[in-house]
């Protein structure tokens, strides 16, 4: 049973930093990318950052210098270190993970961040 399990979130001032964690367990044949999304209240899903097996990332414009995506393959891990955290990035933030096998969906329940002052 493939289970997907986020943790770090919290609250945080304006300007400060988290770092959140994204374990996958379950995956047969391993993982062919992870990544990070995030939906505010009132708004649509939306990318943060991938990161595939090879090494290759992407990010969205609004978090492009602050956050960086990092994966561990053997652990089926995936991180994002967020800094110089704003309050337009509070969020609910989702784990996605993509199979190598039939490239499958999975996503975490996901994690909450709340930057106020």
């Known amino acids: 049973q493939v289970q997907i399990v986020e943790s770090g979130g919290g609250l945080v001032q304006p300007g400060g930093s988290l770092r959140l964690s994204c374990a996958a367990s379950g995956i047969m044949h391993g993982i062919y990318g992870m990544g990070w999304f995030r939906q505010a209240p009132a708004k649509e899903r939306e990318l943060v950052a991938t990161i595939f097996s090879g090494g290759p990332t992407t990010y969205s414009d609004s978090v492009k210098g602050r956050f960086t995506i990092s994966m561990d393959n053997a652990k089926n891990m995936v991180f994002l270190q967020m800094n110089s955290l704003n309050t337009e990035d509070t969020a609910v933030y989702y784990c996605?993970?993509?199979?190598?096998?039939?490239?499958?969906?999975?996503w975490g329940q996901g994690t909450q961040v709340t930057v106020s002052s």
């Open positions: 996605k993970v993509v199979t190598n096998w039939g490239k499958k969906v999975f």
